[in-house]
């Protein structure tokens, strides 16, 4: 199972799947992150947390533990 925080910067992935359940897997719902959905890569912090993406036509930083909750293929 590869999720969106093994994705390399510069990679465009698709949303297989999304894990996790309640308030965090709503929050990441609501954020535009669904199956299906495309999402470019674009940085990550000096430290490596978070991570830079573009969803939906809209930049959003994500920590690597909510990364953690989408599966991409």
Request: aromatic residues 2%; charged residues 35%; without cysteine.
């Amino acid at each position: 199972m590869k999720t969106l925080r093994d994705a390399k910067i510069g990679e465009i992935v698709v949303v297989a799947k999304l894990h996790g359940e309640g308030a965090t897997k709503r929050r990441i719902m609501d954020m535009g992150i669904t199956k299906g959905t495309n999402i470019f890569v674009r940085k990550s912090a000096p430290l490596g947390d978070p991570l830079e993406i573009n969803v939906r036509g809209y930049e959003l930083s994500l920590r690597k533990a909510d990364a953690e909750m989408i599966e991409i293929k």
